[in-house]
C-alpha cells in the first residue's frame, strides 16, 4: 500500500514539475489578448491531463488542480500570469458566480439537515417500527429498496440511513448483509441521479453553462440508462428469487459470521443512541422536499402566473434549492426543538458537522468550475465545434456509448462521480451545443450514468464504502459480490445507448433495455441451478 501511494506521490511530482516546465514550451498572449495557443488542440490538454491523473493515481483533488494550473499556463506562458490567471480568473470567478454560490449554500444547508436527522434518532425509530411489520426475506428486500429510492436528497444521507434503519429488519429476516450492501449502495447514486431534487441534480447543472441546466437535467433522466435499469435489476433480482456470481455463494451463507459481515455495533453504541419517533424521519424529509419544489416553481414565475411546468423548466435551481433548503432546515429546527426531540445547542452543534460533511463535494466542485474557466479562456468550444463538424454523423451517433465508457474508466478509477462529471459535461456540452441538442441531451445523460457506473463499482468509492459501513457488510465482500451484478447493467446500458444514439428517443431504446436485462437474467436462472435446489443438497 505504501509503495502505491509513494508511486502516486511520484507521479504528481513529476506532472507538478513538467507544468513548471511548461511555460518554456508555451507562448504569451498576442495583442488581441487571446493566448497563441487558443482554439487550438491545446485546448484539450488540461481536462485530458485531469482525467489521466484521476486514472493512475486514483486522487480526483490532485488531478483536478494540475488540469487547473495547465490550463493557466498555456494561456498566460509565464509564472506571474499563470498564477493570476488561476487564482483570479479561475478559482476566485468560479466562486464570486452567483448561480454556483447558489450550489454551495444549498449543499452545505442539505448537510446540516442530513446530520440533524441523524441526531434526532428517527432512523432508529424507522427500523423498529418496520421490523413489526415486515416478517418475510422479499419483504425486507423490498422494503430496503422502496425506503432507498424514497431518501433522495443525497446518497451519503441515503447509505447511513438506510443502512441503519434496515440492517436490524434485514438479519432478522435472513438477508445476507452483502445482498443489503447492494441495495443500499444501488438506492444511493443511482436514484440521486435521476432525482431533480437532490445534491447531485444541483453539482450538475453547475457543470452546464450557457443552456439551462435545471432543464437538460429533467430532460436527461429518461435517457439515464444505468441509473433505471439499476433499479429495475434490484426488483427484477428480488422478485424472481435467485442470485449469481458471488452473491449466490453468500446467499448460501445464512450464518452471518462466515466473513461477509463485520462486527455488529457494540453494546454502548446502540444503547447510546437517541430514542427519536418515524415522525422525525419522515417529516423533516417532507418539508425539505415540498421547500425545495415551492423554491424552484417560485424562481420559474409560478405564483405570477405562470403554468407549473413552464415555472419549473425554466427556475433557477440554485436559488430556488437555496431557498427552499433555508426554509426547510429553519422550520425543522423549530419543530425538534418544540417537541423536544433536540435542544437548540444540539441543533447548532450540526451546523458545523453538516458543513464538515460537505467539504468534499465543495472542493470538487470548485476544481471542476475553475477547469471549466480555465479551458473556456483557451477557445475549447471553439475548437471541439471546429472539430466536430467533419466528423460522419454514423460516428456521431456511437457518441453517447463511447462516453458512457469513459465516464466508466474515469469514475472507477477514480473513485468519484463528481470529479468525473466536471470533468466530462463541460466538454460534451460544447461539442454538441447549437449543433445537436437532442444528442447533447443523451450524451449528458451517458456522462452521468458512465460516472454512477464506475462509481457504482469502484472499492475505493465513498458510496462504496458508506454502503458497507451502513449495512456492516465485510467491505471487500460487499465490492465482489456486487460487481457481477453492476457489469451486467453496464453491459446492456452500453447497448442501449448505441441505440439511443441512433433512435434519439427514449421511448425506444430504454424498452429495448429493459428487455435485454429480463432476457439476461431469466437466462442466467435457467443456466444455472435454482438456489433452492443447492439448499437442499448442501442439508442432504
Known amino acids: 500500500m505504501e509503495k502505491v501511494k509513494s508511486r502516486a506521490f511520484r507521479i504528481i511530482m513529476i506532472a507538478a514539475l513538467l507544468v513548471m516546465a511548461f511555460p518554456l514550451l508555451a507562448f504569451a498572449e498576442d495583442g488581441a489578448g487571446e493566448p497563441a495557443l487558443y482554439a487550438t488542440a491545446w485546448a484539450a490538454l488540461p481536462p485530458i491531463a485531469a482525467i489521466l491523473l484521476a486514472i493512475i493515481t486514483k486522487e480526483v483533488y490532485s488531478s483536478l488542480f494540475i488540469g487547473v494550473v495547465i490550463g493557466g499556463v498555456i494561456y498566460a506562458g509565464n509564472f506571474e500570469g499563470t498564477m493570476t490567471h488561476v487564482i483570479s480568473d479561475g478559482i476566485i470567478a468560479s466562486l464570486s458566480d452567483s448561480y454556483n454560490v447558489g450550489i454551495l449554500v444549498f449543499l452545505v444547508i442539505l448537510g446540516v439537515i442530513v446530520a440533524l436527522l441523524n441526531k434526532s434518532g428517527g432512523s432508529k425509530a424507522f427500523g423498529a417500527w418496520a421490523s413489526h411489520r415486515i416478517k418475510t426475506k422479499m419483504g425486507a428486500q423490498f422494503a430496503t429498496?422502496?425506503?432507498?429510492?424514497?431518501?433522495?436528497?443525497?446518497?451519503?444521507?441515503?447509505?447511513?440511513?438506510?443502512?441503519?434503519?434496515?440492517?436490524?429488519?434485514?438479519?432478522?429476516?435472513?438477508?445476507?448483509?452483502?445482498?443489503?450492501?447492494?441495495?443500499i449502495d444501488s438506492t444511493a447514486a443511482p436514484v440521486c441521479i435521476i432525482a431533480p431534487i437532490s445534491s447531485w441534480a444541483a453539482a450538475v447543472t453547475g457543470f452546464v453553462e450557457g443552456e439551462n441546466g435545471f432543464t437538460l437535467f429533467i430532460q436527461a433522466i429518461p435517457f439515464n440508462f444505468y441509473a433505471l435499469l439499476t433499479i429495475a435489476m434490484m426488483f427484477l433480482i428480488v422478485g424472481m428469487k435467485f442470485d449469481y456470481g458471488k452473491m449466490r455463494e453468500y446467499a448460501n451463507k445464512i450464518q452471518e459470521s462466515k466473513g461477509d459481515q463485520a462486527a455488529d455495533f457494540s453494546a454502548e453504541e446502540k444503547k447510546g443512541k437517541r430514542e427519536g419517533k418515524v415522525i422525525d424521519l419522515v417529516f423533516p424529509i417532507i418539508i425539505l422536499i415540498i421547500a425545495c419544489i415551492v423554491g424552484m416553481i417560485y424562481t420559474g414565475g409560478f405564483f405570477s402566473g405562470t403554468s407549473f411546468v413552464q415555472s419549473f423548466s425554466q427556475c433557477d435551481a440554485s436559488v430556488g434549492l437555496s431557498l427552499g433548503s433555508v426554509f426547510a432546515l429553519i422550520v425543522i429546527v423549530i419543530i425538534y426543538v418544540a417537541r423536544g426531540v433536540l435542544t437548540f445547542k444540539e441543533s447548532m452543534d450540526c451546523?458545523?458537522?453538516?458543513?464538515?460533511?460537505?467539504?468534499?463535494?465543495?472542493?470538487?466542485?470548485?476544481?471542476?468550475?475553475?477547469?471549466?474557466?480555465?479551458?473556456?479562456?483557451?477557445?475549447?468550444?471553439?475548437?471541439?465545434?471546429?472539430?466536430?463538424?467533419?466528423?460522419?454523423?454514423?460516428?456521431?451517433?456511437l457518441l453517447p456509448a463511447i462516453i458512457f465508457a469513459i465516464g466508466c474508466g474515469l469514475s472507477f478509477a477514480s473513485g468519484t462521480s463528481w470529479g468525473t462529471f466536471g470533468i466530462l459535461i463541460p466538454i460534451v456540452v460544447e461539442v454538441f451545443q447549437g449543433s445537436d441538442p437532442q444528442l447533447m441531451i443523451i450524451s449528458i445523460s451517458a456522462c452521468m450514468a458512465g460516472a454512477v457506473c464506475g462509481d457504482h463499482c469502484s472499492?475505493?468509492?465513498?458510496?462504496?464504502?458508506?454502503?458497507?459501513?451502513?449495512?456492516?457488510?465485510?467491505?471487500?465482500?460487499?465490492?465482489?459480490?456486487?460487481?457481477?451484478?453492476?457489469?451486467?447493467?453496464?453491459?446492456?446500458?452500453?447497448?442501449t445507448y448505441i441505440v439511443a444514439?441512433?433512435?434519439?428517443?427514449?421511448?425506444?431504446?430504454?424498452?429495448?433495455?429493459?428487455?435485454?436485462?429480463?432476457?439476461?437474467?431469466?437466462?442466467?436462472?435457467?443456466?444455472?441451478?435454482?438456489?433452492?435446489?443447492?439448499?437442499?443438497?448442501a442439508e442432504a
Open 145 to 183: 429498496i422502496v425506503l432507498g429510492i424514497l431518501i433522495f436528497v443525497d446518497d451519503y444521507f441515503n447509505c447511513l440511513t438506510v443502512g441503519s434503519v434496515m440492517s436490524p429488519l434485514a438479519e432478522a429476516n435472513g438477508v445476507p448483509r452483502t445482498k443489503l450492501a447492494y441495495l
Open 501 to 537: 444514439g441512433f433512435t434519439r428517443s427514449a421511448w425506444i431504446s430504454l424498452p429495448v433495455g429493459l428487455i435485454i436485462l429480463i432476457a439476461v437474467l431469466v437466462v442466467i436462472k435457467k443456466v444455472q441451478k435454482p438456489l433452492e435446489d443447492d439448499n437442499a443438497a
Open 351 to 397: 451546523v458545523p458537522e453538516g458543513f464538515k460533511a460537505m467539504v468534499a463535494p465543495i472542493l470538487i466542485l470548485t476544481l471542476a468550475w475553475t477547469l471549466k474557466a480555465m479551458t473556456d479562456s483557451l477557445g475549447l468550444a471553439v475548437f471541439v465545434s471546429t472539430a466536430t463538424e467533419s466528423v460522419a454523423g454514423s460516428f456521431m451517433s
Open 459 to 495: 472499492p475505493i468509492s465513498d458510496t462504496t464504502i458508506m454502503s458497507s459501513a451502513g449495512s456492516r457488510c465485510n467491505h471487500m465482500a460487499h465490492v465482489v459480490t456486487q460487481l457481477p451484478y453492476a457489469l451486467t447493467v453496464a453491459s446492456i446500458s452500453f447497448v
